[in-house]
């Protein structure tokens, strides 16, 4: 018999996947990475029995919140997903231990509710809300009713889905964290205000005029305060009060303040944290700390402090998005006393690449848990795009607990990691035999010392030649002024997919039983040819920058030789196919449209 206590309903869940993880040796994963990984015989009478004898074991928390998703993980993973993919999701985070996951779900249709109340018709809005799959550059103002209008109708099945996923969080003991207003108004709110503080944002990425510029209603206009408290009201109406309130705003995001005074930036933040206040007076304002890495040089540490003044203390949580390569609790002495939430970014645009800091990781928040002093209250795992990489996300989730940043980080704690994650990684396969879990085990210690202990701070680890555009230059085929780069030894992981392929010939139940290790062993083919696809294009343009056409012609040649072998491999499995996606958003659309969107 398995005994598993707990505080609340994610401490249970995440109770029952230590159990798994560390005494079954059994692994659960996205679907799309591997699944969930089972071997009955380890879960048998005598094998409960065994574990039995190996007593109890506890696991406490070392910071109180565990956070999920980035604001725009909506759009790039999940602007189409119905029910029954969300339930799965909510599973898999139950497992993980988060308790503070980020809900934006049915957020233009309580805008619209509110928007109404302020006099404008729904056709007055049409040129505001975003597409489905860019709702998160409108939520941050970015951008102004690119790829809409959207329908009403999805917005009210979004709606409605959102009760049921806030439903579910609640069950499962999360408190969710609802995007507030952050001052972006319709064009239509000026011409029937005429005498409020409404101006057009800066441009943000060079966007048409049509879709840029949104309108921002000055924090300090007596009208913010006003939609602010409408909108909360609305919302709390809508989908219920929780324990505690929890309000995501970035009225920064990505584009520069009017002015860098410290009375300015002060008097912004009082006033938009009194837009929720309005309404709820127990209101935490979450906000992302991204905006003072991405604009260093306006956010300097007087700006940073003035800005974060103007709440009360521990009435501001501060989300360090980046910190696994740029922490911005070091430089700014613990974000001023302020709590905040240690965070790995790791995957920008939901690129698939093999890619990880870990040692960053587990060495950062040690040291942040011992340099804040109670000030870091949470880890947090926040990507744009999800379902790649799944032995990361369960080691950061583990982030959370006593001692495991600590262990990682000390010598050879993360081999350690790696060496418990291969023993449970292709559970759906059973026993293997010596050499095929011997090749499997040497397998993941290259990896994890290659492609997960990235250290050079590049945050353009995310794409390669194969999925960039056609030029002569790095910065030239990225865009975002990025550009490929290689931060390990190829030839480890090469080594790697050959003791992959070795333990695949010494054991074929492991290809037809583990849907974890075909996609293992696909993503190592897919980032082996991908860097061996950038050393091609290298030698195509030197060649053809020498005059060497007989050059150009063969390592061009060679590449695309390369590229129609990667694509004729990842046709084999849906997780690298665009074709599902495209599928599961057309369904998802025509469902959310016509009215099933949230049927179970």
Partial sequence: MVHVSGTSSVQLASGVHWFLKYFARCSVSWELTGGVQVDGARLSAASLAAMQARGSVTVERAVPLSFY??????????????????EAELDWMALQGINLPLMPLGMEALQAATFAGLGLSAEQLQDFFPGPAFLAWGRMGNIQGYGGPLPAAYMQKQLQLARRVVGRMRELGMTPVYPAFAGFVPRALAALYPDAAITPASNWCHFPDAYACPYLLAPDDPLFARIGAAYITTLRAELGWDASSYYIADTFNEMKPASDSVGYLAGISRSVYAGMTGADANAVWVMQAWLFFSDSRFWQPPQIQALLSGVPRGRLLLLDLFAEEH?????????????????????????????????????????????AQGGMVGVGMAPEGIEQNPAVYEFMAEMAFKGRAAEAAAPGGLAAWFAEYAQRRYAGAGSLPASASAALQGAWQLLARSVYSCSDKLHNTVC??????????????????LAPHLWYNVGEVRAAWELMLQAAAGCPRLAGCSSAFVYDLLDVSRELLSKIAGRFWADAVDAYKAGNLAGLRASGSALLALLGDMDELLASHRAFLLGPMVLSSSIGWRRCTSGTCARS
């Fill in 69 to 86: 998703q980035n604001v725009v993980t909506m759009s790039y993973s999940m602007a189409f997903w119905e029910w029954d993919r969300w």
């Fill in 464 to 481: 390669d030649v194969p999925t960039s555009r056609p030029g002569l230059a790095g910065t030239e085929i990225m865009g975002w002024g």
């Fill in 327 to 371: 922490p911005i609790w070091s430089r700014t002495a613990c974000l001023f006393g302020h709590p905040f939430i240690w965070c790995m970014l790791h995957n920008f645009g939901g690129n698939l690449e093999m890619y990880g800091a870990l040692p960053a990781v587990a060495s950062g928040v040690a040291a942040a848990l011992d340099a």
